[in-house]
């Protein structure tokens, strides 16, 4: 019998046609009860629910020795889990659905977020302080009316700046802008003018309180509490040159505290702060400030040449808002300064000079000269002494004593001085006046 030929059908390598579609069908069906169970909220797993062990229809009652040894573990566990988990069986937790996206989860992460840059780090945001403060800072332009040789009377303007510090109308300048003047007209940031009275000038401290109409005014406070230090960037304003536009803009840093500086032959001024910001004519009186908008300081004085006649650049002075608010007050209260006086020249003691003439101390200050009838000459202090210390106040430098004379002690008042005269100490009893007006 001969080999029959054999045929094979299209599908004998695989599945009929009907039965492929009959797993696809229950392949998507398995898929959807899936989709369904994970949209479904968990429901929470109670302990009679769990099985001891997996392959048992039914459940088995806790162990009461295993039921102490069991755990919660939260919904925030990492592990995904939820339910009790005893310490000694082995069950198999049942597993959260995953976390759907929500707005939170698309922030991005803390980590990620800018970090604020420290102040010591951030760029100068001068335009802000400036346009914050400049509304205070007025233009002051004085009117002088001067007598001839011939007996014609003509006109002097000069020119300056002013802060105002109250809102009704007080503003803080120079001595020497308002000095002498007949009319005294004030500009304001808007452009409007007002004429200005003096409430009372001090040619000591170069510091002037003019009053304005009306109220209302935007103004700086004088004891904002700054403490300036050496260093610290600081904003000048001020109308240089009298330039039409508005008020000029100048940046520096503070370059020295505590300085002094010869203003004319009878006028030194104490406790000054220096600045490397552009200071002009018409700067004086206006505000520097710190760049919070404090103002730290009033701008009286450039120095332009040494001593020795060189040229010098960046030696701006400012009077610090310790001395500005004494003055001030007491020109509102009294119309005038009244300045704690001992009739003295005074000088610091050069601790070199002292070394090369063999004297046992190296701080104080020395009396160079007494005025006739004065309170030191009356109380036997004499040339050459050196000042130690004044009701207890050591004195080691004049910008000390001025302090004291400034803000301690007051004009009439006794106080006991401690002197180094011929290598010993002794004290004398001072009674301070009033210093004569300049």
Not at 168 to 187: E, F, M, P, Q, S
Not at 189 to 200: F, L, P, W, Y
Request: glycine share 8%.
């Amino acid at each position: 019998m001969g080999k029959q030929k054999m045929t094979r059908s299209p599908h004998s390598l695989g599945l009929t046609l009907g039965r492929q579609l009959f797993w696809l069908a229950a392949l998507l069906a398995v898929f959807l009860t899936a989709c369904a169970a994970q949209d479904a909220p968990a429901q929470p797993v109670s302990s009679d629910q769990l099985q001891s062990d997996p392959e048992q229809s039914n459940p088995a009652q806790p162990d009461p020795a295993q039921s102490k040894s069991q755990a919660i573990i939260p919904a925030s566990d990492p592990s995904n889990t939820v339910g009790i988990v005893s310490a000694n069986t082995a069950v198999e937790p049942t597993l959260l659905p995953e976390p759907q996206p929500s707005d939170e989860s698309t922030k991005p992460a803390l980590e990620d977020e800018p970090q604020p840059v420290p102040p010591q780090m951030q760029l100068l945001n001068v335009a802000d302080t400036v346009e914050i403060t400049r509304p205070a800072v007025v233009s002051i332009v004085a009117e002088t009316r001067i007598r001839g040789v011939y007996g014609d009377v003509y006109s002097v303007f000069g020119n300056g700046t002013g802060v105002i510090f109250d809102p009704k109308g007080l503003v803080l300048t120079n001595t020497h802008v308002i000095d002498r003047a007949t009319t005294i007209t004030v500009t304001m940031d808007d452009g409007s003018q007002e004429r200005a009275t003096v409430m009372g000038a001090d040619p000591m401290s170069d510091l002037a309180v003019l009053q304005l109409p009306g109220s209302d005014y935007p103004h700086l406070p004088l004891n904002s509490g700054a403490s300036p230090r050496v260093g610290d960037w600081v904003i000048a304003i001020g109308n240089a040159l009298a330039l039409p536009g508005g008020p000029t803009v100048t940046v520096g840093v503070i370059s020295a505290l505590g300085r002094s500086l010869d203003v004319s032959p009878d006028i030194t001024l104490y406790d000054l702060i220096q600045t490397d910001t552009v200071m002009n004519p018409g700067s004086s009186g206006g505000p520097l400030l710190n760049l919070n908008g404090e103002l730290v300081g009033i701008n009286t004085a450039v120095q332009r040449f040494s001593q020795g006649g060189t040229r010098v650049e960046g030696l701006g002075f400012a009077i610090n808002m310790e001395t500005a608010n004494l003055i001030s007050d007491q020109i509102l209260e009294l119309g005038r300064v009244r300045w704690s006086w001992m009739g003295a020249f005074l000088d610091d003691l050069d601790p070199k000079r002292a070394a090369e003439v063999g004297l046992p101390i190296r701080e104080g200050v020395v009396v160079l000269n007494l005025f006739e009838d004065g309170p030191s000459h009356l109380a036997g202090i004499k040339r050459g002494d050196i000042i130690l210390s004044m009701d207890g106040h050591k004195v080691d430098t004049t910008r000390v004593l001025t302090r004291l004379l400034r803000q301690e002690f007051k004009p009439g008042q006794e106080i006991q001085v401690e002197l180094f005269r011929d290598g010993t100490k002794l004290t004398l009893p001072l009674v301070l006046k009033e210093r004569p007006r300049v």
